[in-house]
């Protein structure tokens, strides 16, 4: 069903340009400048991969970042607005969950997700990851979500 390749300027160009709607426009990266030049820098691709169907359509991204337990948190993750609650969510998870398995053999991935975003949270769930705690960030409570993969 998917496909990926590491992030580059056109699929980053693109997903920078991507609007939802309603409670998860927050997402928006054109209204964030700073989370937009974050998004935009190569320098934080390493970890960074677009996601395309089998036809070459863009259909999401994700951004890892490693921890000190051998793990990895996704910074970022998305699917494009216009297949959002379609049905999408959970293989789309599924797919980031086996190319982190696949390509570092990691023991666990943790995501912090808006406390709001109970549909994601719903989704990361069903994939296996518990609920281990909250954090707040600047304004906003965050659930911090685990998936030991050990």
């Given at each position: 069903m998917y496909k990926w390749s590491w992030m580059d300027n056109d699929a980053a160009l693109e997903i920078a340009e991507w609007e939802y709607e309603g409670d998860i426009s927050v997402y928006n990266l054109a209204d964030d400048l700073d989370a937009?030049?974050?998004f935009l820098n190569?320098?934080?691709w390493k970890y960074a991969y677009?996601?395309?169907d089998y036809e070459n359509y863009l259909k999401g991204f994700m951004m890892l970042k490693p921890t000190a337990s051998n793990g990895f948190t996704i910074e970022r993750i998305g699917l494009h607005p216009s297949i959002i609650n379609q049905g999408y969510g959970m293989g789309f998870i599924k797919y980031c969950i086996?190319?982190?398995q696949e390509k570092y053999q990691t023991r666990e991935i943790n995501v912090h997700i808006p406390i709001f975003n109970k549909r994601a949270i719903n989704v990361f769930s069903k994939n296996g990851f518990v609920q281990k705690g909250q954090v707040k960030e600047g304004n906003e409570e965050f659930i911090i979500l685990v998936l030991s993969l050990e």
């Open positions: 937009l030049d974050e190569p320098f934080n677009a996601i395309y086996d190319i982190v």
